[in-house]
């Protein structure tokens, strides 16, 4: 492999790119015009224009950019998260068009993709799933009667779903048949496929996720999980790994069971098997993804491995250099997605341009972005703007250098959520460990996040107006009186 080209933007583009350079790969970036005079654009050998600032427009046209990378002689495609990267035609395009795709055959995308047809593959595999229906619902009486004996509240999900869209809650049977019919014209709509099904639904339980790398010859390994419950609107905002709740013996299970899902579908290169954990510690199988998620980068510092390194020799028709025994958790990592958004209005998008832009840096930090400063935020695509990462020997490390790199992070121009991150490392349920998905539901709130903004600002007064008295002592500075 001589050549990649990357069908991404933003950080994701920029952190693939590094690790192909390492390896002595070149690289080609596509840009649309809102994205001219992006790190990613600056970064690679190679840089194409492929359209006008909508992603529909360049970021999604496949064939396009497969013909661009023809024209450039590139030998494979690396699609990142989100946009091509889980477009089953794409990948199979990149192959006949006699390249390589940097990701699963298209069979693990489609099987992955369809939520009923991702659970009858992995039926004979004996992995735990949710109490519930295993086949798209035809009959809205007979899906009544099953919901009763299963008992309310129960979960109706789209099978095109995933992510959280799709799903709908039923409190009881009398809105069963209501919302059955809402459920199904809204998958109609929103994915062309009406075919829904319903699980119990767990009220409180932990989003844990298990990455697993996959060769073509028949190995598959797991490499721990992502504890991933701090999110809000299925939009995650912190990630860690290990999870403070996993046992050694839970993470041997869990893990193994994510190995047989990925067998299930023939699965090859790097993908993440999604698990809830409830209350008492039973696990269920949800949904597979079938790319490089946004929050690798917590179990690269864990596991010393590159993951990207780990998808282009799996790509390259490698075998892989280590085995499960191998693999050690080593310390413990955070990460907090910075968006430009608002959390005081709502995690409204806050686009416009940074007028100033420092990260932190140094030992046990890592930031991966695709911003500068002084660049526009763009309003066409996802507002994420950067991943902070940290890690330390223990979490109570990890966690102590993520407030510390919070704090050393200077943006100006546009409202993040940062301080939403540091929100949640200072609350004590997620210091604990004792949270699931209901954190953010349960304690935050706007007034509290202005509370604590206004008691800081008050204490920041007081230490400003101590030092004042103080100092003007020494330098007989006209003095305040009291
Ligand atoms: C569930 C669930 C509870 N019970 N399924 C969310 C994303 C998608 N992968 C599936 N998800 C869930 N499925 C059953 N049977 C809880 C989630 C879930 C969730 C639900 C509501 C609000 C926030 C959530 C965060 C993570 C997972």
Known sequence: MKKILVANRGEIALRVMKTARNMGIKTVAIYSEADRNAPHVKFADEAVCIGPPPSNESYLLGDKIIKVAKELNVDAIHPGYGFLSEN?????HVEKSGMIFIGPKSYAIRVMGSKLAAKDAVKKYDIPMVPGTDE????????KEIAKKIGFPILIKASAGGGGKGM??????EEFEDQMKRAISEAENAFGDGSVFIEKFVTSPRHIEIQVLADNFGNTVYLFERE??????????????PSSVLTPELRKQMGEAA??????CDYVGAGTV?????????????????????EHPVTELITGLDLVEQQINVANNEKLSFSQEDLKINGHAFEVRVYAEDPLNNFMPSVGKLEVYRPPSGKNIRVDDGFTEAMQVPIQYDPMLSKLITYGKTRNEAMQTMLEAISEYHIEGVSTTLQFGKFVFEHEAFRS????TNFVKKYYSEEKLKAINEEEAKIAALFALKQY???SEKLRLPKISK
């Open 274 to 294: 999604e698990f809830l954990l409830d209350d008492k510690h039973n696990f269920y199988f949800l949904e597979m993804n079938t790319r490089l998620q946004v």
């Open 168 to 173: 709908r809650i039923v409190e009881n049977s």
């Open 228 to 241: 991933c419950s701090i999110q809000r609107r299925h939009q995650k905002v912190v990630e860690e790994a």
């Open 433 to 436: 460990g004792n949270f699931d």
């Open 88 to 92: 089953a035609e794409f990948g199979e």
């Open 136 to 143: 798209a619902i035809t009959n809205v009486g007979a899906a």
């Open 259 to 264: 190995v047989k899902v990925a067998k299930a």
């Open 469 to 471: 008295l103080k100092d």
